[in-house]
């Protein structure tokens, strides 16, 4: 064996080590793809159903919500109801109990003596004890 016929084989044995060398390299970046292709299977699987169950919680929510909406048109009416009913009942019996109060205050003013004269004769009273009330003949006007 001649000196470049070593050489050649030296230079081949080098070479071989050098590709097993990086070989081992991409082998392992192999099973690294290979993790990741059965985690993102494993995420795939584990996706779909809970896409499915969150589309589900979706509907259910919506259809509650139609119902709450129902109950608050429901309870909107009912409120309108109570209010006109309200003011039905304070424009029925309200009238007749102002005129009533009148009737009475009238009434008790004939029995106990009273006269209409003493209405300007009280105003004259709170006048000289509180100063003139407005609309009296007692008032300064400009």
């Known amino acids: 064996m001649t000196g470049g016929e070593i050489a050649g084989l030296l230079a081949a044995g080098v070479f071989a080590v050098l590709v097993l060398l990086l ?9 690294v793809f290979d993790e990741l292709r059965l985690t993102i299977r494993s995420l795939n699987n584990e996706t779909v159903p809970l896409i499915d169950e969150v589309t589900r919680t979706v509907s259910t929510t919506n259809s509650q919500l139609e119902k709450v909406d129902g109950i608050t048109t429901n309870v909107s009416d009912a409120s ?7 003011s039905l009942v304070a424009s029925t ?24 004269a003493e209405g300007p004769e009280r105003a004259g009273r709170f006048a000289a004890e509180n100063g003139p009330v407005p609309g009296t003949p007692g008032e300064d006007r400009p």
């Open 23 to 31: 070989a081992v390299p991409i082998l392992k970046l192999g099973k």
């Open 80 to 86: 309108a109801n109570v209010s006109a009913l309200s």
């Open 93 to 116: 019996v309200g009238q007749p109990l102002i005129k009533v109060a009148a009737f009475s205050h009238g009434m008790r003013r004939a029995f106990t003596g009273g006269t209409a």
